[in-house]
């Protein structure tokens, strides 16, 4: 030992590590690996952290695990009608078995991304082949994205990969069919207006004849209360005109010739034939007819 060169512990050491380096692998949590050994998978599923392998006779090979996007390129599809939509979108997904995942796409991402997106597409042509423009640009986007997961998962499953969700991003339409769309939407929106201005015409229309009615009513009665009020006061006239007269019939009369003269000699230009004895100036005489 004493005449060990130290080369020679070096070289040992060297490969110590080497063998001790070749037997170790560590898995980080945002990662997924499979274990071969002499190009047979023998292992998948590790856990994050340490492991032991057999050194030069296995070996292993790490895919990433976070998730992944594909952003795929506009599609055209056709609609119940026969019509053209173009959509756009994208798809989250991540590996979900490693193992799986390599012995469908022999762990080439590229390859994983094409079957996918071949996968997401027969299921979009399916989901609006069903649908018309309408249903499909308007209220039933979420529906198509939720049957659409639903119908992938056992083909994407296949691969090995879970799909976390799927987005549209757009649905267009080809001119052509965009302006016959937008005519009859305005068609339908026209239809609605003029419905609904009718309707408010018909209510104007009531409620001016009620209006018009309480008008009516509400003159009639107050007319009525008016009448009423004048008969009254013309009553109480008539009393207090009658007790005056019974009280001194002669002051009454007198009385009543000034309301006469007043009234007949109002404009200062008014002419009366009369004879002098005439019961009209009986007060003019000094009470004598």
């Known amino acids: ?36 050994q002499v190009g047979q998978l023998k ?18 090979r790490k895919f990433d695990g976070r998730i992944l996007t594909l952003d795929n390129q506009t599609e055209n599809f056709l609609t119940s009608e026969k019509k053209n939509v173009e959509v756009d979108f994208f798809v989250k997904w991540r590996i979900a078995d490693a193992a799986v995942y390599y012995r469908a796409t022999g762990g080439q991402e590229l390859v994983a991304l094409d079957r996918l997106a071949a996968i997401v597409n027969r299921g979009l042509r399916d989901e609006f082949g069903s649908r018309t423009i309408q249903q499909a640009v308007s209220d039933e986007r979420d529906a198509i994205m939720e049957e659409l997961e639903a119908k992938i998962e056992p083909n994407v499953a296949e691969l090995g990969i879970e799909v976390v969700d799927v987005r549209l991003k757009a ?13 009859r939407m305005r068609a339908e929106r026209a239809r609605v207006a003029s419905d609904l201005r009718a309707r408010g015409a018909e209510e104007a229309e ?23 009020l004048r008969g ?11 007790k005056a007269y019974s009280q001194d019939a002669e002051f009454y009369s007198f009385y009543r010739s000034l309301n006469v003269y007043r009234s007949s000699f109002a404009e200062g230009r008014d002419v ?7 019961a009209f100036f009986k007060h003019f005489h000094g009470g004598a007819p």
């Not at 649905?171 to 005519?183: A, C, W």
């Not at 009531?206 to 009423?228: C, F, G, M, P, S």
């Not at 009254?232 to 009658?242: L, N, P, S, T, V």
């Open 232 to 242: 009254e006061g013309d009553a109480k006239a008539a009393e207090i005109y009658a």
């Open 272 to 278: 009366l034939v009369l004879e002098p004895d005439s």
């Open 171 to 183: 649905i267009n339409l080809p001119q052509s069919v965009s302006e016959s769309v937008y005519d």
């Open 43 to 60: 292992g998948a599923g590790f856990a994050p952290g340490l492991h032991v392998k057999i050194p030069f006779f296995q070996t292993v």
């Open 206 to 228: 009531k409620i001016r004849a009620e209006a018009d009615r309480l008008a009516q009513v509400t003159l009639a009665n107050a007319y009525k209360t008016a009448e009423e």
């Open 1 to 36: 030992m004493r005449n060990t060169s130290p080369m020679v512990i070096a070289m040992a050491a060297i490969a110590v590590l080497f063998v001790v380096s070749n037997s170790l692998f560590i898995v980080d949590q945002r990662e997924r690996a499979v274990l071969f």
